[in-house]
């Protein structure tokens, strides 16, 4: 009986998929997150030799969606595709969320990306001073975009924090999405937003960047560090790791079916080490790396960590 057990337990492994995979992203079209899983939709199916079906079920910072995967069964057809970090944290330190992150086992995280605070071009704001001084002394006129519970969210609330100016002083609308929150500053509905800056090129037309949250200056964005944008202010923050964007399936699939979540990481990993994929993915401004599961997990649980730290700032 169980020689028989065992034998279809491994011919199911095996067979692993018969039937197309369901992608789901975490947030609605047109974002960041929604851009990569359907970039590598297509390419996880060859590696595969089934269809993968995206869908998006945005709402509540990724909660609708997390809960979404918690609720299928663990059985490697339903694979999570979100920006993760710091989303899925701050549904759980914030949200009221009633999983945990151990809930989850994350594959990949294949694109890391820093955040850039950024101004509408005709708003006049060309320096980070001169905006966070017109939100101190024009309560409720400075308007402002995020998406709810993003770092680039946390970094606004650390910045008025620090300065001393009432949150409520600034007008501060949250989306869903960062295509959401990205059309309304470049279509001049805030004045400024804080969001991941490689999603971020295609409005650059639009933009005057004001700081990119990060120790060193990058060259994709020509402007001052944070702390460097701040100096003149004398006054630092700490920098926020940005946003970390993969893929992950339940932890109780992982633990129910090894084999599966095995070949599902081989396959992401050898559709990522494909030449026209890279191509691909960098025609697009899409990140691409393979760090695996271990490291992705590792990574998860420190940026948990850091927001459960400034967890009360998102109350």
Do not use: C
Request: no cysteine; net charge negative; glycine share 8%.
């Amino acid at each position: 009986m169980l020689a028989s057990l065992a034998m279809t337990t491994s011919v199911a492994a095996d067979d692993y998929p018969d039937r197309p995979i369901d992608l789901v992203v975490g947030f609605g079209t047109g974002g960041s997150a929604d851009r990569m899983a359907r970039a590598m939709s297509t390419y996880i199916a060859e590696e595969l030799g089934v269809p993968v079906r995206v869908t998006n079920r945005p709402g509540a910072g990724t909660q609708v969606s997390a809960n979404y995967i918690l609720s299928r069964p663990d059985d490697g057809y339903t694979v999570f595709a979100s920006t993760f970090a710091p989303y899925l944290s701050n549904t759980i330190l914030t949200g009221g969320a009633q999983y945990d992150i151990e809930d989850f086992s994350f594959v990949n995280f294949q694109w890391f990306d820093l955040d850039l605070i950024a101004a509408n071009k005709d708003s006049g704001y060309e320096d980070l001073p001169s905006l966070l001084e017109a939100i101190r002394d024009n309560p409720g006129q400075i308007r402002g975009s995020v998406v709810q519970g993003s770092a680039g969210h946390l970094m606004v609330r650390m910045l008025l924090d620090e300065a001393g100016i009432p949150q409520e002083n600034l007008n501060l609308v949250t989306y869903n999405s960062g295509g959401e929150a990205r059309s309304a500053v470049a279509g001049g509905q805030v004045h400024f937003t804080s969001i991941s800056a490689q999603g971020s090129e295609g409005i650059r037309e639009f933009l005057t960047p004001l700081a990119i949250v990060s120790d060193e200056r990058i060259d994709q964005w020509d402007v001052p560090t944070i702390n460097e944008a701040l100096a003149p202010m004398d006054m630092e923050v700490t920098v926020l790791q940005g946003s970390m964007r993969g893929f992950a399936v339940t932890a109780e699939t992982e633990r129910q079916y090894p084999a599966r979540f095995e070949t599902l990481s081989e396959a992401i990993q050898n559709a990522l080490a494909r030449k026209e994929v890279q191509e691909h993915l960098e025609a697009g401004d899409i990140g691409g790396v393979w760090v695996g599961p271990e490291r992705s997990n590792e990574l998860m649980r420190t940026n948990y960590e850091v927001f459960e730290a400034y967890a009360d700032l998102l109350n």
